[in-house]
């Protein structure tokens, strides 16, 4: 099975590749600088010349403060490339799988979001990633959109590896304690994105089609997320960082963030059996991959 991933060096598409090679999938990467999204027409030879059985479209305009300042290269990225992958999906009668975000909420709601609760996004990232789940769904109904979170792994950049990088310099860090997520290990939305792709190349059935939220289990907050962070890092002989909870406006960001952005992967359980380890058991195999225990010496 030859699955298109748009992406070479982000996070989901890393781990897209390492689980694809084990599982003998043919994953074909695409990406800059041969294929810019930002470029619409540089998108339609890659996909064609790859054949692929499946499209997913991982990589976006990830950078959410600087995004403030570009919403038009946001917007293409995140909006305009994803309609245009999705009418070649069309085109080439296959299914296209997409991820989008816990940021096209607004983060006021009392509990978790689920599916059918109404997108309002407070950010430009929020509003571009929503424009693409809106073209995709324009252009194709073969399609499945996953909104993820909160996404760490031991590749690219993100927020685990950032507090251990900070961890190395610093005894404390100021992290934020009011915002709430659910943090997504990038190998398990692999884990869960091969497992729909295979299905949804052979199976017509519309209800397996459509949106879903697929993010590990639990919630948990920045502040909290990094206190667990350093105590992993800890039993794995780093030396312990102390976390001193602040509010979002004593940490001022060109974006607003939402306030709550859980995410409920029922729907995801019930219609394809998909439930992603809970985070913390995630974060445990993350920092087994980031930080190098010296083995004891036997004698
Ligand atoms: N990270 C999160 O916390 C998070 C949360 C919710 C949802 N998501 C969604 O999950 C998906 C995967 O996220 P991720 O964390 O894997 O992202 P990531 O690590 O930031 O990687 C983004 C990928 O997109 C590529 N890309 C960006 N602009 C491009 C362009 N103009 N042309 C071609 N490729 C381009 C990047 O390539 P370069 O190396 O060339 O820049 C990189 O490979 C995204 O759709 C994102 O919106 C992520």
Redesign the pocket.
């Given at each position: 099975m030859r699955i298109l991933v748009?992406?070479?060096?982000?996070?989901?598409?890393?781990?897209l590749q390492v689980l694809g090679d084990q599982l003998g999938l043919e994953i074909i990467r695409?990406?800059?600088?041969e294929?810019?999204?930002?470029?619409t027409d540089t998108i339609e030879d890659a996909v064609r010349a790859a054949r692929p059985d499946v499209i997913i479209?991982?990589?976006?305009?990830?950078?959410v403060d600087k995004a403030e300042a570009e919403p038009e290269?946001a917007q293409?990225?995140?909006g305009d490339?994803a309609g245009e992958l999705a009418r070649l999906a069309k085109n080439l009668n296959i299914p296209i799988l997409?991820?989008?975000?816990?940021?096209v909420f607004a983060g006021d709601k009392d509990g978790v979001y689920d599916e059918n609760d109404a997108p309002a996004p407070v950010s430009v990232?929020g509003k571009t990633?929503l424009s693409?789940e809106q073209q995709i769904a324009a252009q194709t109904d073969n399609h499945v959109i996953l909104?993820?979170?909160?996404?760490?792994?031991p590749?690219?950049?993100?927020?685990v590896k950032t507090m251990l990088r900070l961890g190395e310099t610093r005894d404390a860090l100021s992290v934020v304690a009011d915002q709430h997520g659910c943090p997504?290990y990038?190998p398990e939305?692999a884990r869960a994105l091969l497992a729909i792709a295979q299905q949804v190349a052979i199976d017509l059935d519309p209800t397996i089609r459509g949106t879903f939220h697929l993010t590990g289990q639990g919630a948990t907050t920045w502040a909290a997320f990094a206190s667990a962070i350093f105590a992993g890092a800890v039993q794995r002989g780093r030396k312990d960082v102390q976390v001193n909870p602040i509010t979002t406006a004593e940490y001022p960001t060109p974006a607003s963030r939402p306030t709550n952005s859980r995410l409920n992967g029922d729907k995801l359980n019930a219609i394809y059996g998909l439930q992603l380890d809970p985070w913390e058991i995630s974060l445990a195999d993350c920092l087994d991959n980031l930080i190098n225990v010296p083995i004891k010496d036997p004698s």
């Open positions: 748009t992406g070479k060096n982000g996070q989901v598409d890393t781990a695409i990406g800059r600088p294929v810019d999204l930002a470029q479209s991982s990589a976006a305009y990830t950078a290269l293409a990225i995140n490339a997409h991820l989008s975000t816990d940021y990232y990633k693409g909104r993820t979170a909160w996404v760490y792994s590749y690219g950049n993100n927020f997504t990038a939305i």
